[in-house]
């Protein structure tokens, strides 16, 4: 017999949970799940109870065929994103995948650290709820897409702007007031950059912010943190989380007011191997940036979905989900046992 025919063949790649933020909902986000799977449902349904009679608005909000307007305000996306984020993720730790490490993008990243055991589920929720409290005091504003690096998007930027987060080597976001934010958008478009604007209706990642956090401090609770017990990726520091870090409640309440470096720190985690990337959130918005980088456009990572792009028909999100798993074992994940 060969001996080179026993070897054993190379390790499955490092599974990797990523949760997407603000820009990310949409209508019926996750929908299909909600009454066929049992942990989602219960997650969805506390999140609610938690919200108090806020939660009755979001639930509706969010289960209408057509949002209601402020579906894209703080007040609705942020708590949503959140409650899904967190509900997909457990749904599929509970069937029994074991992710080596856990990514978010902006408010993804709070979802992240609880399922990382850095603060429950339920203060979570509630520093949501207190969270959105204090930023509905934000200036109106935004957040402009842009297809170009940062380097290049820097000799055009004019006061008031700065660049919110870093996407992909081609891709940012730009956060600021409305009036300077549409400045912005003309220049750019003078320039024949080619931009649009994000589902946002404050300049989140921008300076602005910390003075909104600063003047209205003492109404953001301080509940327990916890050093994570999954690795954890911070999209604000671009690499591990520390424990001290984790557990510093200066470091999560500065966040709205930190630029998001995803791509950079995306890029970081995938130099470190190949890794399954498995965006367990609403829509393909970070696993679309994850085909961008050069990593996974080589081949040596992977990324994948687990949900439509949209909202779509009423088995579309079941149906998505069971491909995802049938893709996941393909690459050498224990069989899932989901509950529905």
């Given at each position: 017999?060969?001996?080179?025919?026993?070897?054993?063949?190379?390790?499955?790649?490092?599974?990797?949970?990523?949760?997407?933020?603000?820009?990310?909902?949409?209508?019926?986000?996750?929908?299909?799940?909600?009454?066929?799977?049992?942990?989602?449902?219960?997650?969805?349904?506390?999140?609610?109870?938690?919200?108090?009679?806020?939660?009755?608005?979001?639930?509706?909000?969010?289960?209408?065929?057509?949002?209601?307007?402020?579906?894209?305000?703080?007040?609705?996306?942020?708590?949503?994103?959140?409650?899904?984020?967190?509900?997909?993720?457990?749904?599929?730790?509970?069937?029994?995948?074991?992710?080596?490490?856990?990514?978010?993008?902006?408010?993804?990243?709070?979802?992240?650290?609880?399922?990382?055991?850095?603060?429950?589920?339920?203060?979570?929720?509630?520093?949501?709820?207190?969270?959105?409290?204090?930023?509905?005091?934000?200036?109106?504003?935004?957040?402009?897409?842009?297809?170009?690096?940062?380097?290049?998007?820097?000799?055009?930027?004019?006061?008031?702007?700065?660049?919110?987060?870093?996407?992909?080597?081609?891709?940012?976001?730009?956060?600021?007031?409305?009036?300077?934010?549409?400045?912005?958008?003309?220049?750019?478009?003078?320039?024949?950059?080619?931009?649009?604007?994000?589902?946002?209706?404050?300049?989140?990642?921008?300076?602005?912010?910390?003075?909104?956090?600063?003047?209205?401090?003492?109404?953001?609770?301080?509940?327990?943190?916890?050093?994570?017990?999954?690795?954890?990726?911070?999209?604000?520091?671009?690499?591990?989380?520390?424990?001290?870090?984790?557990?510093?409640?200066?470091?999560?309440?500065?966040?709205?007011?930190?630029?998001?470096?995803?791509?950079?720190?995306?890029?970081?985690?995938?130099?470190?191997?190949?890794?399954?990337?498995?965006?367990?959130?609403?829509?393909?918005?970070?696993?679309?940036?994850?085909?961008?980088?050069?990593?996974?456009?080589?081949?040596?990572?992977t990324a994948l979905a687990l949900l439509p792009a949209r909202a779509g028909e009423p088995d579309a999100d079941i149906n998505a989900v069971h491909n995802a798993l049938k893709q996941l074992a393909s690459y050498?994940?224990?069989?899932?046992?989901?509950?529905?």
């Open positions: 017999m060969d001996a080179s025919n026993s070897r054993p063949g190379p390790p499955p790649p490092r599974v990797v949970l990523t949760f997407p933020g603000q820009g990310a909902q949409h209508a019926r986000m996750a929908a299909g799940l909600y009454g066929v799977s049992k942990s989602f449902t219960s997650m969805m349904d506390h999140a609610f109870d938690v919200f108090g009679p806020a939660g009755r608005t979001l639930r509706e909000g969010w289960l209408a065929a057509t949002p209601p307007e402020t579906f894209d305000d703080i007040s609705y996306a942020q708590p949503l994103l959140y409650a899904v984020n967190c509900a997909m993720g457990t749904m599929l730790t509970e069937a029994g995948l074991r992710p080596h490490v856990l990514l978010g993008h902006s408010v993804g990243e709070l979802a992240a650290a609880t399922l990382a055991g850095v603060f429950s589920f339920d203060n979570g929720l509630r520093y949501l709820s207190e969270y959105t409290g204090v930023y509905r005091h934000a200036p109106r504003g935004g957040m402009l897409a842009v297809a170009a690096s940062p380097k290049e998007v820097e000799s055009h930027l004019v006061p008031g702007v700065v660049i919110g987060a870093v996407n992909a080597p081609r891709q940012v976001l730009l956060s600021a007031a409305e009036e300077a934010l549409a400045s912005m958008e003309a220049a750019l478009r003078g320039a024949g950059i080619t931009c649009a604007r994000a589902r946002a209706l404050q300049p989140f990642h921008h300076p602005v912010m910390r003075d909104v956090v600063t003047a209205h401090a003492g109404l953001l609770a301080r509940p327990p943190l916890h050093a994570p017990h999954t690795t954890l990726y911070s999209a604000y520091t671009g690499q591990e989380l520390p424990d001290d870090l984790a557990t510093d409640w200066q470091f999560w309440t500065g966040q709205p007011a930190e630029p998001v470096l995803y791509g950079p720190t995306l890029e970081r985690l995938l130099s470190g191997g190949p890794h399954l990337l498995v965006e367990a959130g609403p829509g393909q918005s970070l696993t679309a940036l994850a085909r961008r980088m050069p990593a996974v456009a080589r081949g040596d990572s050498g994940c224990d069989p899932l046992s989901l509950d529905f």
